[in-house]
């Protein structure tokens, strides 16, 4: 059930930070940017966003993952399975209270 959920949190925060790309291809479809900026950007997005999802979801405890994604919202509570809120209900907490802090 962890591996489920931490699947639909990787590709759900994946897909948010593919959107956020889409708009530099978009710029540089309109000729706001040249294909050597948008290659750039492709490049910066690997090595940062893409590469910081996958470390977070490649861990072998997904826990922490999946308390972070409801704090942020990627997933929501109303769709897990109580027994998986019960789990990581410290975490929960522990992560809307790191973005409280921020």
């Given amino acids: ?3 489920e959920w931490a699947a639909i949190a ?5 897909g948010q930070a593919l ?3 889409r708009t530099h291809f978009d710029r540089w ?8 900026e948008l290659n750039d950007l492709i490049h910066q997005f690997h090595q940062g966003d893409s590469r910081n ?4 979801y490649a861990a ?7 308390g972070s994604a409801i704090a942020a919202g ?3 509570r ?13 975490l929960i907490e522990f992560y809307e209270a790191d973005d409280s802090a921020s």
């Avoid at 990787?10 to 994946?14: A, I, M, Q």
């Avoid at 479809?29 to 050597?36: C, H, K, L, M, Y």
């Fill in 1 to 3: 059930m962890i591996r």
């Fill in 10 to 14: 990787h590709d759900r925060e994946l």
């Fill in 19 to 21: 959107l956020e790309l």
């Fill in 29 to 36: 479809q309109r000729g706001d940017i040249t294909a050597a």
């Fill in 53 to 56: 999802i996958w470390t977070k």
């Fill in 60 to 66: 072998n405890h997904l826990e922490p993952a999946i």
């Fill in 74 to 76: 990627i997933l929501q």
């Fill in 78 to 90: 109303g769709e897990l399975p109580e027994e998986l809120l019960r789990h990581v209900a410290g």
